[in-house]
């Protein structure tokens, strides 16, 4: 999920996927200091756990 979400960050905001992919982990950095950990571990399985599958 997480390389859909970049590719799809990088087409709407016209900039290169190494970019976008920073963007990414910012958004998780920021969630992981905002959200409760159950949230929290919920959005990192679901972004980052489904690439690991592929």
Known sequence: MKHII??????????TEPQAEKAVDALIGYFKTRLPVETNNDIQSLIIGEDNMH
Do not use: L, N, P
Request: charged share 30%; proline share 0%; aromatic share 0%.
């Open 6 to 15: 970049t590719k799809q960050i990088a087409d709407e905001a016209g900039i």
